[in-house]
């Protein structure tokens, strides 16, 4: 049986045009790809879209990416995609890929993503989904297996976007360092060292951006008691 002409990202490293690629792909991407999430914040806060309160996550995040989207220039060598499947990681069949809310595909080889996972935060203190996204998912290799870098999109609902940079330092036991591309916005980064599966040649070495995006005049939807 011939093998097939699509190769896994995994074998992709050992080729030899391949690191000129992800050396490329793995640069902070902090200055363009999370400036224009922010800019599609801010165009969601200066003509507020209807957002479904029974869905909080999920219609934050479909109503971000067509504004992402829209603030690409359209030249970039990446597109941004909502539900991204990461085949990388995947265990086997019949399990299901990893799906990320948000992600920046690489034109160059579509198998290469960077993705941004996003959490609604009904205080400052309720981190316990956002940490465990990271511990569990991000540091595991299970995300973003092939960039240095990923991001966690913290959809605050009350309280202060400061006060839950700092309770997140807290809870990961790090420190979130200011992005200096970002001074004036609620944007910190945190390094980390991964745990990486046995044979696999993914970076070790991961920066987490931290971005929160306040949503204060939004609340969950409660059933009303039967």
Not at 141 to 157: E, F
Request: proline share 10%; with cysteine; hydrophobic share 35%.
């Amino acid at each position: 049986m011939s093998s097939s002409p699509y190769p896994s990202a995994t074998a992709l490293i050992a080729d030899q045009s391949f690191p000129a690629l992800a050396g490329q792909w793995a640069k902070d991407p902090a200055p363009q790809m999370l400036g224009y999430v922010w800019e599609a914040y801010d165009e969601m806060l200066a003509k507020p879209p209807h957002v479904n309160d029974r869905d909080l996550e999920r219609s934050i995040t479909q109503l971000l990416e067509p504004r992402i989207r829209d603030a690409m220039t359209g030249d970039e060598p990446y597109y941004i995609q909502h539900g991204a499947f990461e085949r990388e990681t995947m265990a086997p069949p019949p399990a299901q890929p990893p799906e990320y809310d948000l992600a920046f595909v690489l034109r160059a080889d579509e198998r290469i993503m960077w993705p941004l996972e996003a959490k609604v935060l009904e205080t400052p203190g309720t981190l316990a989904e956002y940490v465990r996204e990271i511990q569990e998912q991000y540091l595991t290799c299970r995300y973003a297996p092939l960039t240095t870098s990923g991001a966690m999109l913290g959809y605050l609902l009350t309280g202060s976007a400061a006060d839950t940079l700092i309770r997140i330092g807290a809870k990961l036991n790090t420190t979130l360092d200011q992005v200096a591309d970002f001074p004036e916005k609620p944007h910190r980064a945190s390094m980390h060292k991964r745990n990486v599966p046995a044979g696999k040649p993914y970076p070790i070495d991961f920066k987490c951006h931290h971005m929160i995006l306040e949503y204060l005049s939004l609340r969950r939807h409660k059933r009303m008691s039967e």
